[in-house]
């Protein structure tokens, strides 16, 4: 949010803040701030008299002034937006259409209408016979045609809790003041914004001023020289260098003639301009700087003439009217103020246009969920399955370096294996190694301090005996162009769009569809084009881009992502990143970091290639995550032992390579897994610079058909 344009939207996640500001009107911003200039001590219903709500270049409608009025004097709130549908009747036929000729911000014609096709065939929407979008270039016009006898208020109604054609729009008006994140409310708002303008203003005048200065310090000096003109030419003429008629210039002193009282009138006007000692106007006579010797040797001859020395009076004094102002600008708030007001008017006059945005004093009925205050939530889930939500604001900023906090208390054997910030009106899915997903609001997580472990997954979802959240996906929005991807131990991968899981169920549905003898291993949410890794235990590594599988539906099974002997078996799934390493690890405790490039890209359903040699002193891969220079990871023995290191002390190896000792492992033990690890002092600041989490392997690693290394 730039304070120099109040008007503009802004929607960001930022390190330790989120803000969403939306638009205004500019006629109306400018209005607000003008009647905040007249009367500094104006109260929020004299502002909102001139600034009554956003408005959105969509156009639609603001049901209710009650979230409007909250967010403007708290800093926070919401407001609901309505489409903007008009119904027409077909005296002919009988049926009636709905027209929608305007949406809420932010919303995707296509993508609503192709929410209400899937409406119509699945049934969940009666009554609609046809949809058309007649858009042209005059505008928008959307047609839901309705069968004959249907009423369409009734239909309209269902559209609207349905579908996008009714959104709410989160107001948080977060914004740098002095360097520092603060709410503010819409009075702050307005004032942080005159006060920018002030420092804008005020440092253009001054920048204006030492140019008008430094302009008008030279005109005088060839005003000096037009009335004593036979003498300088006499000086310059009499001279053998430049330097030479520079110095007899310096040294000269000149009477004012005919510009003596102009002279006069400037010094009288600006007392206080710097001048160097012992030039100007002394005891009647002028003495010119080096500066204005310089600039009469490099005149031409043409400004010797009459016209031009008219016009050399005429911008001296110009410029000393100019000076006179700015002085006057800066020398009085009064007339500082005066000025920002001029120029918001000349530019909301120039540039200002008319509301578009209604605002109805209708409301729209609430649902539980909008009886429940957002916030940004801190969400950490254990290694032995702990969940807890602490609110952001528990976090305090720290200056790179800090020394962070706690984000859990966990056991000696525990260890924070997720930490992700969430809105509290996201929701996650939760999908477990039954190929279930499971569905829980984060404000139904349990709030704890830092002190706190949270509470057993097990107590919030419905989880057999034996069965582990694998995954957890946070999402605001089941938006058509994201997918998740499952893979399993026998190889299977499947890909499904992730607005399937857009309806919750309270006993979880099922995701994908497991033969007996097979288990999920891993789930992760994509963008259509990503490129996936899968890897089984015997050291192979299969990398294919993820537009090989086709979008499915969730009862399908799956298709071949890779190829698995009998004895062979998927440990885990890495959705690749740009930067990063692969980091694998074997049973007997080795290990290496590989660079992703080392990694071929392949079709579908091959073998793969070797990750890491699975010899007998390495043991099959348990395995594998990718990692940064500044990632650590937490090693886990099949007997509760743990140790975390640091990924950067990991050597980096090519991919047929044996790789070293990651940890030492006792008789009758074995490395089960590893996790990227969330620091447990970390700093608030890294938690909130997290995007929406992508799913988190719950184990690793995978095989090759390449001969190992001699």
């Known amino acids: 949010w730039s304070p120099c344009r109040p008007s503009d939207v802004c929607s960001s996640d930022l390190v330790g803040m989120a803000t969403n500001i939306p638009p205004h009107n500019l006629v109306e911003v400018i209005n607000a701030c003008v009647a905040l200039i007249d009367d500094p001590a104006i109260d929020l219903d004299g502002l ?17 002034a009650t979230g409007i009025r909250e967010a403007y004097a708290t800093g926070r709130g919401k407001i609901y937006l309505r489409a903007k549908v008009e119904i027409e009747e077909d005296s002919k036929t009988g049926k009636a259409s709905l027209v929608i000729v305007e949406l809420p911000y932010q919303v995707n ?25 007649e858009s042209d270039k005059d505008g928008m016009r959307a047609v839901i045609e309705l069968r004959r006898g249907e009423v369409p208020e009734v239909v309209l109604n269902h559209l609207y809790q349905l579908t996008q054609l009714q959104s709410v729009f989160g107001i948080n008006m977060v914004a740098l003041v002095d360097g520092q994140p603060r709410q503010l409310t819409l009075h702050e708002v307005l ?25 008008l310090h030279i005109l005088e ?12 030419i006499e000086l310059v003429r009499g001279s053998q260098t430049t330097e030479e008629a520079r110095g007899k210039l310096t040294a000269e002193g000149f009477t004012p003639g005919f510009v003596g009282e102009m002279l006069a009138r400037a010094l009288a006007a600006d007392k206080d301009r ?30 010797l003439t009459g016209l031009e020395r008219d016009k050399i009076v005429d911008e001296y004094g110009d410029l000393t009217a100019q000076i006179a102002d700015l002085l006057d600008i800066l020398g009085s708030d009064t007339r500082l103020l005066t000025e920002i007001r001029r120029e918001l008017l000349e530019v909301r006059d120039q540039y200002g246009d008319a509301r578009r945005t209604q605002i109805v004093a209708e409301r729209i009925d609430l649902t539980s969920e909008d009886l429940i205050a957002e916030q940004d939530l801190v969400v950490t889930f254990s290694h032995q399955g702990y969940v807890k939500a602490q609110p952001v604001s528990e976090y305090r900023s720290q200056h790179r370096g800090g020394r962070g906090r706690a984000a859990a208390r966990v056991k ?15 929701t996650l899915l939760c999908f477990s190694s039954a190929g279930k997903v499971y569905w829980r609001k984060v404000y139904e997580l349990p709030l704890a301090g830092s002190g706190s472990r949270g509470r057993p997954i097990v107590n919030l979802l419905p989880l057999e005996e034996g069965e582990r959240i694998s995954a957890v996906l946070a999402v605001r929005e089941f938006a058509a162009d994201r997918y998740v991807v499952f893979a399993t131990r026998r190889g299977l991968v499947k890909k499904t769009a992730l607005a399937d899981y857009s309806r919750p169920r309270s006993a979880g549905i099922i995701a994908l569809d497991i033969v007996e003898g097979d288990a999920l291993v891993a789930v992760a949410l994509t963008d259509g084009d990503d490129h996936v890794m899968l890897f089984s235990d015997d050291g192979k590594v299969m990398r294919f881009d993820e537009r090989d599988v086709r979008v499915m539906g969730r009862g399908a099974r799956g298709v071949r992502g890779m190829n698995l002997r009998e004895d062979q078996a998927m440990i885990g799934m890495v959705v690749a990143q740009p930067e990063g390493d692969i980091l694998t690890v074997t049973a007997n405790g080795y290990g290496k970091r590989t660079p992703l490039d080392e990694y071929p890209l392949r079709g579908r359903g091959g073998m793969g290639v070797i990750s ?6 390495n043991g099959p891969v348990v395995g594998a995550v990718q990692v940064t220079d500044e990632s650590e990871v937490m090693l886990v023995t099949n ?16 991919r047929n390579t044996q790789g070293v000792k990651l940890m030492g492992v006792g008789d009758g033990e074995l490395l089960a897994g590893l996790a990227v690890v969330v620091p447990e002092e970390t700093e608030a600041a890294a938690a909130l610079d997290a995007e929406e989490p992508d799913a988190v392997d719950a184990s690793v690693a995978g095989p090759d058909d390449e001969p190992p290394e001699a």
Do not use: C, W
Not at 193 to 205: A, G, K, L, T
Not at 221 to 232: D, F, H, M, Q, Y
Not at 612 to 617: G, L, P, V
């Open 109 to 133: 014609k296509a993508h609503l209408l192709e929410k209400v096709a899937e409406l119509v065939k699945e049934k969940r929407l009666e009554g609609v016979s046809e949809i058309r979008d």
């Open 221 to 232: 000096g060839l005003a000096v020289a037009l009335a004593n003109i036979e003498r300088v």
């Open 191 to 215: 004032e942080a914004f005159i006060r920018h303008r002030r420092e804008v203003v005020s440092r253009r005048s001054l920048f204006a001023l030492r140019k008008a200065r430094e302009r």
């Open 612 to 617: 890491i040699q699975t010899s007998a002193r």
């Open 412 to 426: 000696e054997e525990d260890f924070i294996e997720r930490l992700f910030v969430a809105s509290s009106h996201d």
């Open 48 to 64: 909102m008299a001139h600034l009554p709500g956003p408005d959105f270049p969509t156009a639609a409608s603001i049901n209710g």
């Open 639 to 654: 007997a509760g032992t743990a140790i975390r290191t640091r990924s950067v002390s990991i050597s980096v190896l090519g």
């Open 274 to 303: 710097p001048s160097e000692a012992g030039r100007g106007l002394v005891d009647g006579v002028y003495y010119l700087s080096e500066r204005q010797a310089q600039a009469i040797l490099d005149m031409r001859l043409q400004r």
